[in-house]
């Protein structure tokens, strides 16, 4: 690849806020990688795009883009003990479709499959079976890492480990993750068992998923997650639905179900079928989340493919489109156990502020990784989907005062509001995961427009 090969593009995250023009780079093996960098002064990679906000795109005409997506390889994987080692941006879909047919499944599966390993342990990310399995990057074994001066360190938590933790959930900002071993998880059939409840307020929601999180604790399979209808007010705000999966063993099997089902994702499915564009209202969401509620019943023992169930929203490509031209922002935050009373004051805020969400979903969380910037921590998750375009600047401010002062933090793979003011109490190890990064960044080539948002380089 000659410099001249790289091209300018629009591209935006996820949500399709924040839209960049910039120059994108996209070697496609070793020595055209290290031209890449070493040949740009600032730099920001990028894997499949999936985060909501700025996390994969460049500040406004500064740097340029490392796309990662040709490093796609599975290198290696030991059917005896289940570690894989893959390349940095090979999609996780990869991955589980070789390695489930034969038993073994990734620990931790965000809800699509569409990420890269790089942007899966860049952002450490969760799964709704958090309190049990822990994050992505509870099952990274070693990471090789190119820094920005061209040298490739391997890291571990035994091989400079505060580089590795530093690593983890550290957005991309310590260096490209080339390859990384990952330690797979066996299972008895690609099956799950749904029990689904169905709730009539939020502390009935609170109180089902309390008894889901106790179970979780003990079963790293066991994944808890409630859909809220956030359109509902009064003693109703915060019911839902609580749907609590577990593997299913081929005993649980009719005879005629073959233990593994699928070898495609649910994206390659045909999709399901979403309003067109811009069509995400408060009266459509307001009618859709009232018929979903009342047409959900209560029901236990239902057998659903594991697949459908952890990546439900893949079969919906047009999610984001829905919201129009301006997009979507997902504001994600966690907060300790205690702080039931903060989810209510969120959704209260956002009703209130004519923001009630389209989307509305709370999960457990357990304990965190030794990760500075990793954002899990025990307690709740909220992840709430809103159109970008009724986010008038300073609107979120009150509610991350609300998450900050609750001992919480946004969830920065999503971020595209957070003040920056708040992030050092949001993430108060920060300062330890800056001097690393410095250390592993001596050329300071590594930046992002959420780096230079929220400060984190300075
Ligand atoms: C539908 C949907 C559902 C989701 N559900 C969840 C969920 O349940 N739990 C959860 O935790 N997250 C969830 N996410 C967020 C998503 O998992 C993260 O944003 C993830 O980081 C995206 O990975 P990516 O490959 O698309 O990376 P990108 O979006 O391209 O990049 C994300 C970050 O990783 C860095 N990065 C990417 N590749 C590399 C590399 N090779 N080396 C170094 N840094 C790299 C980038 O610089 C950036 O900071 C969801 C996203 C979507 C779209």
Redesign the pocket.
């Known amino acids: 690849m000659t410099p001249e090969d790289h091209g300018t593009e629009a591209l935006s995250?996820?949500g399709r806020t924040m839209r960049r023009v910039c120059e994108v780079r996209r070697p496609d093996f070793d020595g055209s990688l290290l031209d890449a960098v070493l040949g740009a002064p600032r730099l920001?990679?990028?894997?499949?795009?999936?985060?909501?906000g700025d996390?994969?795109l460049p500040v406004n005409g500064v740097g340029a883009v490392l796309d990662?997506t040709a490093?796609d390889r599975i290198v290696s994987f030991d059917e005896g003990n289940g570690v894989v080692v893959v390349e940095?941006?090979a999609?996780l879909k990869d991955v589980i479709d070789q390695t489930l047919p034969i038993g073994w499944k990734l620990p931790v599966v965000?809800?699509?499959e569409?990420?890269?390993?790089?942007?899966?342990?860049?952002?450490?990310?969760?799964?709704?079976n958090h309190p049990g399995a822990g994050?992505?990057g509870h099952h990274v074994l070693w990471i090789a890492l190119l820094r920005s001066d061209g040298a490739i360190v391997q890291l571990s938590a035994i091989q400079d480990a505060d580089g590795f933790w530093a690593?983890i959930g550290?957005?991309?900002?310590?260096?490209?993750?080339?390859r990384a071993a990952i330690q797979l998880q066996r299972v008895d059939t690609g099956w799950m068992i749904r029990n689904r409840r169905r709730t009539r307020s939020l502390d009935e929601t609170i109180a089902a998923m309390r008894a889901g999180g106790t179970r979780q604790e003990l079963d790293p399979e066991r994944h808890v997650v409630a859909w809220l209808d956030a359109h509902t007010h009064g003693a109703s705000l915060g019911r839902g639905i609580v749907d609590e999966y577990y593997a299913a063993s081929t005993l649980d099997l009719p005879g005629a179900v073959a233990p593994f089902p699928e070898t495609r994702s649910p994206g390659s499915r045909r999709r399901r079928s979403l309003p067109g564009p811009g069509v995400v209202t408060g009266a459509t969401i307001a009618a859709a989340s009232a018929a979903r509620w009342h047409l959900s019943r209560s029901a236990n023992s239902q057998l659903v493919t594991m697949r459908s169930a952890l990546?439900p929203?893949?079969r919906?490509d047009g999610?984001p489109a829905a919201f129009g031209r301006s997009g979507l922002v997902q504001y994600q935050f966690a907060v300790p156990p205690n702080e039931v009373g903060t989810i209510h004051e969120v959704l209260a805020y956002l009703g209130t502020h004519g923001l009630t969400p389209a989307l509305a979903t709370l999960?457990n969380l357990g304990l965190g990784t030794a990760g500075p910037l990793s954002?899990p921590i025990p307690g709740w998750t909220l992840a709430v989907d809103l159109p970008a375009r009724l986010l008038r600047p300073g609107i979120m401010h009150p509610i991350d005062k609300l998450v900050a002062g609750a001992g919480g933090r946004v969830?920065?793979?999503?971020d595209a509001v957070t003040d920056p003011e708040l992030f050092p109490l949001m993430y108060p190890r920060w300062p330890a995961w800056r001097r690393t990064r410095h250390r592993l960044d001596p050329a300071g080539r590594?930046t992002?427009g959420?780096a230079e948002r929220l400060g984190l380089l300075s």
Do not use: E, N, Q
């Open positions: 995250g996820w920001t990679v990028r894997g499949a795009g999936k985060s909501y996390a994969a990662l490093f940095g941006g999609v965000p809800g699509t569409r990420i890269t390993i790089g942007g899966a342990i860049a952002s450490d990310v969760h799964g709704k994050s992505f690593t550290g957005m991309g900002l310590t260096g490209v993750i080339l990546c929203l893949d919906a999610w999960k954002f969830y920065l793979a999503k590594w992002s959420l």
